[in-house]
């Protein structure tokens, strides 16, 4: 199996900027996609954004678009999100999730494994 731990969370200014990481361990080999996800108190789970681990093909939700970017460090098994210009709607907990599949879709459920999330909070 695949295990995901998220770093970085914390708090943040408006306009100010994060940047998480999500280390993959475990049986990566095979992992061709991963993804941020976002939740916030008494909401459903939205999607940030996608990373094929094979090409470095990215897709953004039109809330993130221009302000976050994912990368990744492929010899150390870790996705990157760079947020800048936070928003107080940016406060959530944020998740890194792993597919084996080439997943375009933004829905989570096509996403097996998951991060146990990270805490971001952008004041005013």
């Known amino acids: 199996q695949v295990q995901l731990v998220e770093s970085g969370g914390g708090l943040a200014q408006a306009g100010g900027a994060l940047r998480l990481a999500c280390a993959a361990s475990?049986?990566?080999?095979?992992?061709?996609?991963m993804a941020w996800f976002r939740q916030a108190p008494g909401k459903e789970r939205e999607f940030v954004g996608w990373f094929n681990w094979s090409s470095g093909r990215t897709y953004y939700s039109n809330s993130v678009a221009g302000r976050f970017a994912i990368s990744r460090d492929t010899a150390k098994s870790t996705l990157y999100l760079q947020m800048n210009s936070l928003k107080p709607d940016d406060t959530a907990v944020y998740s890194c999730?792993?597919?084996?599949?080439?997943?375009?879709?933004?829905?989570?459920?096509?996403?097996?494994?998951w991060g146990q999330g990270t805490q971001v909070t952008v004041s005013s």
């Open positions: 475990g049986r990566t080999v095979g992992i061709s996609t």
């Open positions: 999730a792993a597919a084996f599949t080439a997943v375009i879709s933004p829905l989570p459920n096509q996403y097996p494994y």
